[in-house]
């Protein structure tokens, strides 16, 4: 077996374009697995060095892992994407997070040497399957006060966490939202995201075919007055609206992880290199404030300080959580280095596919900032929870990588 504590590195990113859930997005008529199938066989397209049977792993994650997102997603969609019968695949679940841990899973296993090369991928029909669907959460959660009953509406915890924080305000998140939708706008005009995003073939309520090639959730040119007059539907006189929140989404995401020397040997690209990451519990009626712990965890682990991180991709469940976590570093809302192509509040998320959406954004970011060194990814995570991941920018041109 390869030495253990090998250097690990993030080959490849790409994910479908993002749609609305409900019988009319873009998705209503198109299977979860097939999604997701589109993304695996796009990496490989995508990656011509890397021979199928190398890869050694897949780990696909879903929220809600019935119908066309159970039987073992992992397994039959690597299988349905025309990888060889021998690379085997499992599912995962983390909520939220569910992308995140199958990279950081795979990541751990390269780094241990159990894998030489590995696909995380993530997909989420929330049309199909809402957050939830034939759940049965035990009675005792409530019964015996374990959790306050907020912690099952996410909404509401978004509510809460503006309690917490009262300088957090309405006002804040409105234009933390306008922002995202405005970077987003700008992303879409430079061409940044559209090199990453796996045309799918779709059809509508009337049988008509099309393509999809875009997300379908942006909403360009919203304004402040536009998101002032939102209800706030999980409290009378609330914060959290549908504007300064993300929507119900479908989608699917895929990362090519390998070791670095396989890498080389294969000729793949490299984007970026693996620091180190962590997951921390929090409360779970403010379960938005999960990032934070989180990335006091992943920092220590990797030896640095807020302040050597350069960029940051953080998804963006709620405006809340966002700025619960910058308000904490002392990181203004507007910061550059943030979210710099917008982020779910504008294109989606389609819960356990984000976390692989903040890492093919923040490799693009990267490659146009040479001058940075070290960024993030991190999101807070269903019922109490955050994940943080440290990259190493493989285009860092000032002195040598520690």
């Known amino acids: 077996m390869p030495q253990a504590g090998r250097s690990v590195v993030f080959v490849d990113g790409v994910r479908t374009p993002f749609g609305k859930s409900g019988p009319k997005g873009l998705y209503a008529d198109t299977r979860a697995d097939d999604l997701v199938v589109k993304v695996i066989r796009e990496l490989l397209r995508r990656n011509p060095g890397l021979p199928p049977e190398k ?9 809600t892992q019935i119908g066309d997102q159970g039987l073992t997603i992992g397994r039959t969609a690597g299988i349905l994407a025309g990888l060889p019968v021998t690379v085997p695949g499992f599912s995962i679940d983390r909520m939220c997070a569910g992308a995140m841990t199958a990279a950081t899973t795979m990541s751990a296993g390269i780094g241990v040497g159990a894998y030489d090369v590995a696909i995380a991928a993530g997909v989420e029909h929330m049309g199909r399957h809402p957050m939830g669907e034939g759940v049965d959460p035990n009675p005792r959660f409530v019964s015996e006060r374990l959790v306050d009953p907020d912690a099952l509406m996410m909404g509401k915890t978004a509510e809460n966490l503006h309690d917490k924080l009262p300088q957090l305000t309405k006002e804040r998140a409105d234009a933390y939202a306008v922002a995202s939708q405005d970077k987003t706008a700008k992303a879409y005009a430079d061409g940044k995201i559209q090199p990453d995003l796996v045309p799918v073939a779709v059809r509508d309520m009337a049988g008509a075919y099309g393509l999809a090639t875009a ?20 409290r009378p006189h609330g914060r959290v609206t549908a504007g300064n929140a993300a929507g119900l989404n479908d989608g699917a995401t895929a990362a090519l992880l390998a070791a670095e020397e396989v890498a080389d040997e294969l000729g793949l690209t490299k984007k970026m290199r693996l620091v180190s ?52 570093y002392g990181i203004a809302d507007d910061d550059p280095r943030v979210n710099p192509m917008g982020g779910a509040i504008a294109v989606g998320h389609p819960l356990a596919s984000s976390g692989i959406r903040l890492m093919t954004y923040l490799a693009r970011d990267f490659a146009d900032h040479p001058e940075v060194r070290y960024g993030l990814t991190s999101m807070c995570i269903g019922l109490g929870m955050g994940g943080t991941v440290i990259w190493e920018n493989t285009n860092y041109t000032e002195g040598d990588r520690a």
């Open 55 to 63: 890869v050694d792993e897949v780990a696909i994650a879903a929220t």
């Open 215 to 234: 997300d379908e959730p942006p909403r360009p040119g919203t304004g402040l007055a536009d998101l002032a007059s939102l209800k706030t539907p999980f």
């Open 277 to 328: 990451f962590a997951f921390a519990g929090v409360e779970p009626e403010i379960m938005g404030y999960g990032p934070v712990p989180a990335t006091e965890k992943a920092l220590s682990k990797a030896g640095l300080t807020i302040d050597a991180i350069g960029l940051f991709e953080i998804n963006e469940a709620f405006a809340v959580q966002v700025l619960s976590m910058l308000d904490y």
